[in-house]
């Protein structure tokens, strides 16, 4: 883990396309501001914890009454076959 003292004003670079920046400091609160691509996920600590819990994992997933239908990968005879998955395994 990298540890660096920042001043208010002043930016970290991670990567090509991210940036963190100290907005303010007071007492034992610091506000910061970050500045990245959409793709690029970012959560608090205590939301990371939570939505990986909330998150199914694939063997917990099961066909309900909400599940679709998914294309199963073709043989040469052009047979399609299908096959159940729950929406949230889609994701």
Do not use: Y
Request: proline letters at 8%; glycine letters at 6%.
């Amino acid at each position: 883990m990298l540890v660096l003292s920042r001043k208010v004003g002043e930016r970290i670079h991670v990567g090509d396309n991210v940036v963190l920046e100290i907005r303010r400091i007071a007492g034992n609160r610091v506000t910061l501001a970050l500045d990245a691509p959409r793709h690029v996920r970012i959560l608090r600590g205590e939301l990371e914890t939570a939505a990986r819990e909330f998150r199914p994992q694939p063997a917990e997933c099961r066909p309900s009454t909400t599940s679709t239908t998914v294309a199963a990968p073709a043989p040469l005879l052009g047979h399609v076959a299908t096959e159940p998955a729950c929406r949230e395994c889609l994701t």
